[in-house]
Structure formats: C-alpha cells, structure tokens
C-alpha cells in the first residue's frame, strides 16, 4: 500500500512539474517567444527567477502568490495549471498503471490541457503544440491503428468541415479542429471517437447559447470529451452500442 501510494505521489510530481513547463508553453508560444531562452523571470521586474521559485505549487504558496523581488501579484493560475496537469497524469496512472507508452499518452493530454487554456485566453490553437498532442498520441504499442484512426478522423472532420464551407459559403471549420480530431481518433479509436465528439458537443451547448454573440473555443471541449471517454473507454463503448441495439 504505502508503496503504491508513493508512485502515485512521484506520477503526480513529475505531472506538476510537467504542469510548470506548460505554464512557460501558455505565456510564450501565443507571443511568439521561445519556450527555452531567456530562463523563467518575473513578469513584472524581469528578475530572474532562482530555482527554488519554480518548484511546482509550493514556491507560489510559499511566496504567498507574490513575486519575492518586486511583491508584484503571481497569477493563481500557474499553481492551478501545475495541479490539474498533475491531477490528469494520475488519473491516466490509474487507467494504465506504469506501462512504457504511458509518458506518451499523459504527454499528449498535457499539450491538449495546454491548448485549452491557450484557446481560452486568446481563442486560438498554435499548430505546434497541437501537432505534439498528436504526435506523442501516435506512440502506442499499436502505431498503425493509431495513426489509421487518427488519418480517418482527421480527413472524415476535414471533409465535413470542406463541405459545411460550401453550404455556408465561409469557412466552417479550422485546420485546428481537424488536428485535434487526428489526435482523438489515435487516443481513442472507433467507435469512442464518435461518442467523444457527440459529448463534446453536449458540453459545449450551453455555453455556446450562453455565448451566442462572442462565441466560444471548442477545442476545450473536444479535450476535455476526450480525456473523459478515454478513461471511462469501456462504459463508453457498452453505452454506445445499447443505443444502437438496444
């Protein structure tokens, strides 16, 4: 027991700390800045930070959500994005266990969790962090059938989209989404990634009506649909064919 409890304690660190990296991935890469160079600094002063105000979670609490050389306000959001990255690597912890694809998986679900936030704050989707979610989806004991499902479901998406372009006559549809539905058919195969899609489009119902005039990102809900059918894959599976057979 108490070494169970310790590897899910050292999964949800190197989640967190995988969480830390994306923080640096949502502030740069909308700017067009590298994720590498310069190293992490303070957003007000531009002091850079000591190694020590990086440890994930701890050194914002510890600092009391305040930069230490300039007292400027940390936002909440970078211990959140740091807990909830380490929370999803968990949670995949328990729906896998520690098999050797599973860095590849958590690490596609950690560029999607990036996408989201990214989406949310500026409503749009880098091409680079999105081809990495696809990219590290395709490394799977099965590649073939991953990257079928994932060149099925993307070119299904893209056809659709071509075709909703011409009823409409503008475009309905962005290269993004069918990326990011590349990335769904390789995690979650067929039938899942229907049921993931019907699903994302229920989660976004109500804030689209909400929303109506502004709108709202959809890639948010496609990743969160998909990360919700990926661990509960069998229940969506047996779901989907009582409707269809009652």
Known sequence: MTGTFAVILLVFIFGAMIGSFLNVVIYRIPKGESIVFPASRCQSCKTPLKWYHNIPIFSWIFLKGKCAFCDASIAIQYPMVEFMTGLIFTVLYFKLGIVWYFPFVAFSFAALFALVMIDFKYMAVPDS?????????????????????????????????????????????????VIVAGTMGALLG??????????????????SLVNREKGVPFVPFLALATLIVYLYSTQATQLLEKLIYG
Not at 147 to 160: N, P, R, S, T
């Open 129 to 177: 962090v999105n081809i990495a979610a696809l990219l590290f989806a395709l490394i799977q004991p099965d590649f073939i059938h991953a990257a079928m499902y994932a060149a099925i479901a993307a070119g299904g998406l893209y056809l659709i989209g071509l075709l909703s372009s011409v009823i409409a006559r503008r475009e309905a549809m962005g290269g993004a989404d």
């Open 190 to 207: 067929f039938p899942n990634f229907f049921v993931a899609l019907f699903l994302s489009a229920l989660l976004a119902m109500i804030p």
